[in-house]
């Protein structure tokens, strides 16, 4: 290709003179160039004109074209050392200036959002999206969770400055999955330049769309890999941030999460889940283990920030000092063990050692449970009450409509069991089956519910603590 062409080609794309152009480039994508990098430039400036400008992506190793416009006498390099462009023509220094200054590498008063602003560009010539960096320029707009800060030393005209950029973007992401999304909108030029295939969007355009996406969806540039860990961790993070805004503490049973510790952290990690309840480990009750055993669960939990919301219990000890000096020697402050006539005693014993009790109503009716918690009340004894939904429904109850609303057990309440299941026993989804989950968790957060939502093990034989994680937040998202 010889210079008339390669114009030609950028003409026909749509661009003229007078017009700010990112770009974004492959040089062995066009095929055979007359005169190399220098000639592909000197199109692009003819074609732009005096009037126009030409910005490239300088930082790291991105190509022969833009070592070559950063290496011209009359180009403007930015100066952030993240995120850092090169720029020549009419309003290269506009574009450049104070880079550094900026709160983010590639949100407001950058590069790519004063090209926005002045009504610039986004060409790929011979790359896909992977290579747009606007992309970031959206993440960082919408403040995504997932993104860090990130910080390093700037050279500034009074010397060198410590500074750090917010809303930084991390390892991998789908951008490439994204080109649909700017194809069908409309508004993406498609085209060929040689052998290169070119596309070209209004910066304005893409940061637009983007955002929109963004706002429905916070993980639009993220793979659903379930093998990426880049990706899954950054996942998490969306939902530990969407979990932060609720009022209520989502926790997870660890026979839900897992077998034995390490595991139960890396699927928990993975879910974005910051609290355990310890039920089972390696297979048995988690009370049955020694003291030094527990200890080390616990600590090995907390020093992946991931606190213990509990140890529960499968039934009630017939002696249950020992248990509680176990909880009391682990750090564990409160026991969830199922409800029964001695609540009373039980709940003596525990206030002597300052662990707090929650009963749960395994096989009790809504009325039974009622008298039960309303006789520790009146005595003025502090119990909670961890109420399953699901359990209520095998009793045959409505656990909504009938036990909640009736048995006004919602005053006790410091737990819900996320389950659901058929009043014959039967687990099944979320919102799937008899136990009435979503009208309960809607009617716990509109009333500021502070206590823990449990996603307990009867989940386990539909699915891991990620796959439920995801059920639970599709039901926050449609409530």
Known sequence: MNKDEIKQGFRALGLKKGDIVLLHSSLASMGNVEGGAETVIDALLETLGKTGTLVVPVFGKLGVLTEAVKGRPDAVVSDCPKGTVAAIGADAQKICVDHWKADTAHGENTPYLKIARLGGYVCL??????RNTTMHSAEALLRLPYLSPTSGEVQTPQGIVQKTWQYYPGPHRDFIGLDKVLRTSGKMKTGKIGRAATRLIKAQDLIEILTEAGRRDPAFCLCDNPECADCVAQRAAIFRDAMSKEDFKLAASAALSGRYVPEIIENLQRAGIGYVELDFLQGKPAH?????????????????????SGLRLPGVPADIKKTLQLAKDCGIGRLVLPLCADAAALTGQAEAEKIALSFCNCGVTGSYAAIIMKSLAERGIRAGLTFSPAEFARCGEKPFLGTYNSGKLRKYMDQLDIEDGTFAGMPTALAGGNAEIKE????????????????????????????????FQKLLDEI
């Open 125 to 130: 010539l011979g790359v896909d999206q992977d």
């Open 288 to 308: 049955l283990m020694s003291a030094e055993k527990l200890q080390l669960a616990v600590r090995e939990f907390t020093e992946n920030h991931i606190a213990v």
């Open 440 to 471: 309960l968790v809607s009617i716990l957060r509109c009333a500021g519910f502070s206590g823990f939502m449990t996603l307990s093990a009867t989940n386990r034989q539909r699915g891991n603590v990620t796959a439920i994680a995801a059920e």
